[in-house]
């Protein structure tokens, strides 16, 4: 008589604490309409991820020469831009929606190995020549962004 | 004064709703041991008490338990009136909104899953929108967004399946209670 008592007070817990295995998980504690639930708030957070965190392909160059907006050139059309500084020509080349400082007079060629830009906010600043280029994005201009 | 205290107005409903809201007190401290890497992500082990509450006593004793659980909770943080209280109330109440809405589907296809998981997105999303109105009036917190939601969704999916076991598992107070006060019985007959 005494075993059994053990074996009431042992058995429920422990093979309550046992069964629980994915598939007992999922047969037992979901019922239809919870996963229905669960693929729409997956795919409703999936789309918020996707539109918050877009760091889009920018559309716009802004070019700035001594700190003054000399040119906004479009990312979609390929063309070649030379702006005059202090030391001499800067050449900007914009092709295939990305854009880059050919060439650059400046001593240490920083902007230059800077290479290709697309995204929204990157930036190649040529110094010495006080020459720098930006990607935006024409529908909302954005100086910086911290967080 | 003893007679005031027991008046027949606090009925077994108001212990068992007073003693939910201790534990749910008691689960929010235990949970604010661990520190979190966003403020706002935590698990909200409390809403497992108040899920519970609202399936086997119903939506009243669900929203007193929140209430409950909101104002004592802070009282035991020392953060009564304080923007953090603001910001559990304001979660709590969107949850319990939520909990209202969803408690009107039909109960044989959507179960406690279907209820945390709503109720812990529109938890982030009553204390997203206290922020940005209130405390954080900048478009960065929308960075946060995701991040908050992703977390959102995995504690309500897991406080869901606790909720739910909780909920399936065979009430075991009665019968072990009779039991134990039957083992004298039986060993004197056997």
């Given at each position: ?6 074996e ?6 422990c ?9 007992i ?14 693929a ?5 957070v999936?789309?918020l ?7 889009g392909a ?24 030379s ?15 990305r854009?880059?400082?050919v060439?650059d007079?400046?001593?240490?060629q920083?902007?230059?190995h ?7 906010g990157e ?9 720098s280029?930006?990607v935006a994005?024409?529908?909302?201009r954005v100086?910086s962004?911290?967080? | ?17 007073a ?14 041991v ?5 403020p706002?992500?935590k698990p909200g082990?409390a809403?497992i008490?108040?899920?519970l ?17 909101v ?5 035991f ?7 953090t209280?603001?910001?559990s109330?304001?979660?709590?109440s ?12 039909p109960?044989p ?12 997105l529109?938890?982030v999303?009553?204390q997203?929108?206290?922020?940005y109105?209130w ?7 929308m960075?946060?967004v995701p991040i ?6 995995v ?12 909920l399936?598992?065979p009430?075991p ?5 009779a039991?134990?006060a039957g ?7 056997g």
């Amino acid at each position: 008589m005494a075993k059994r008592y053990e074996e009431t007070l042992i058995n429920p817990v422990c093979s309550s604490t046992l069964q629980f295995p994915l598939a007992i998980v999922v047969q037992r504690f979901f019922k239809p309409g919870d996963w229905l639930t669960l693929a729409l708030v997956c795919c409703s957070v999936g789309w918020l991820c996707a539109t918050l965190w877009r760091h889009g392909a920018g559309d716009l160059v802004i070019v700035r020469s001594k700190g003054q907006v000399v040119s906004e050139l479009s990312l979609q059309r390929n063309r070649t831009l030379s702006v005059t500084g202090p030391l001499g020509a800067t050449v900007i080349e914009v092709k295939d929606q990305r854009v880059r400082i050919v060439s650059d007079p400046s001593p240490r060629q920083i902007c230059v190995h800077h290479g290709w830009l697309k995204h929204v906010g990157e930036m190649a600043l040529c110094l010495p020549n006080q020459v720098s280029v930006e990607v935006a994005d024409a529908r909302g201009r954005v100086d910086s962004v911290n967080y | 004064m003893r007679a005031a205290v027991s008046t027949p107005s606090i009925t077994s409903t108001d212990h068992r709703i007073a003693w939910m809201a201790a534990l749910a007190v008691a689960l929010s401290m235990a949970e604010s041991v661990f520190p979190s890497p966003i403020p706002g992500v935590k698990p909200g082990l409390a809403n497992i008490i108040v899920l519970l509450v609202l399936h086997q006593d119903g939506l009243r004793a669900a929203v007193w338990v929140s209430g409950l659980r909101v104002i004592a909770g802070s009282l035991f943080f020392g953060s009564f009136l304080t923007p953090t209280f603001f910001l559990s109330l304001s979660g709590a109440s969107c949850s319990l909104l939520m909990l209202t809405l969803t408690w009107r589907l039909p109960r044989p296809w959507f179960g406690p899953i279907t209820h945390s998981l709503l109720s812990s997105l529109a938890h982030v999303a009553g204390q997203l929108f206290v922020v940005y109105l209130w405390l954080i009036p900048h478009r960065g917190i929308m960075y946060l967004v995701p991040i908050l939601a992703v977390a959102a969704v995995v504690f309500g999916l897991v406080n869901g399946l606790i909720a739910a076991r909780l909920l399936q598992a065979p009430s075991p107070a009665p019968a072990s209670r009779a039991e134990l006060a039957g083992i004298p019985a039986t060993s004197r007959t056997g």
